[in-house]
């Protein structure tokens, strides 16, 4: 295991090389001009090389020099990842949280939670963006987003929160005059609606002993706002899949077709990364895992506490 003395060494030498002058760097560092000096020396006796050519008028770095200040970078910026770690620890949250949510969360229950957050934390302002596409956290700078699918990206942060139970639904007035639907096959024959912009999706389906059952639908309606989803099969048109609470908001008939529901969904948090997370995104992280945790009536179960890390 590398000595701290020669973990310092390699900062050092990033610092001189990326000045180009022991002068300069000393001056960014805060020490003298000779301590450096006697450091890079240091560094040259242990490994055996040299890693700076000296001249009265320049410096310069040597090829296997050029390659330790790259690792002295990474290192200086993993310390730099650490001290702001600690300090953000140290502080209360505070600036502004932009946060992404997909249109179904934001429709049915992210205000509450948003209030809450506000209420708890009076130095925070809070940025909500509801829409229908799968945003880059980092180009768009959003602090964090709340997801309800499988994770693609695994160099995101997440924190997996519970699991929506969404339903097959239709109104009473649709069923009346509808074909049977003893089994998901039989949607084939269906008007369905669905949610998004694709005019084809594919549904799966279970049933409580686990065998699964998928089924290609071609979409009759579509649109890409939930509450429009509810609407319209609330007044007849088709057959979609919704989370269980909007079935019970509406009075439609929740559906099993030969005992085969759809397939839950995780709902998770994510950030731009999982190595440091400022305190008003783990602030907001636990107050919506709380919150998740309270609402019994719109998830099937939550995931315990410690369970949940970050990575993804």
């Known amino acids: 295991m590398p000595k701290t003395p020669e973990l310092v060494d390699l900062v050092v030498l990033a610092r001189v090389v990326e000045r180009l002058s022991f002068a300069r760097a000393a001056a960014d560092l805060g020490v003298p001009a000779s301590t450096l000096s006697r450091r890079i020396a240091a560094l040259e006796r242990r490994m055996g090389v040299r890693v700076l050519e000296r001249t009265t008028r320049s410096v310069r770095p040597t090829e296997i020099g050029q390659l330790l200040a790259a690792r002295g970078t990474r290192v200086r910026e993993e310390l730099d990842l650490a001290e702001r770690d600690v300090a953000d620890h140290q502080q209360a949250p505070r600036g502004v949280l932009k946060l992404s949510v997909p249109t179904p969360v934001a429709d049915d229950f992210i205000g509450p939670a948003i209030a809450e957050y506000i209420r708890r934390y009076p130095d925070i302002r809070v940025e909500v963006v509801a829409e229908d596409r799968l945003v880059d956290l980092i180009a768009e700078n959003y602090d964090a987003a709340v997801r309800v699918a499988e994770l693609a990206d695994s160099s995101l942060g997440s924190v997996r929160l519970g699991v929506v139970s969404p339903v097959l639904a239709a109104s009473p007035r649709y069923l009346e005059r509808a074909p049977p ?6 949607l084939a024959a269906h008007t369905t609606v669905g949610f998004g912009r694709k005019r084809r999706s594919r549904w799966h389906f279970a049933n409580r002993s686990g065998t699964a059952a998928t089924v290609d639908v071609t979409f009759r309606a579509i649109a890409n706002s939930a509450p429009m989803i509810a609407d319209m099969v ?31 969904v995780d709902i998770y948090i994510v950030t731009p990364s999982a190595r440091a997370t400022p305190a008003k995104v783990r602030a907001f992280v636990d107050l919506f895992r709380d919150y998740v945790a309270a609402r019994c009536d719109m998830f099937e179960y939550v995931i315990p506490r410690r369970n949940v890390a970050h990575g993804s």
Request: aromatic fraction near 6%; charge should be positive.
């Open 181 to 186: 639907l003893r089994h998901p096959r039989d």
């Open 234 to 264: 609330a007044a007849g048109t088709g057959v979609a899949i919704v989370p269980r609470f909007v079935a019970q908001a509406k009075q439609l008939a929740m559906l099993e077709p030969g005992g085969y529901r759809p397939a839950p």
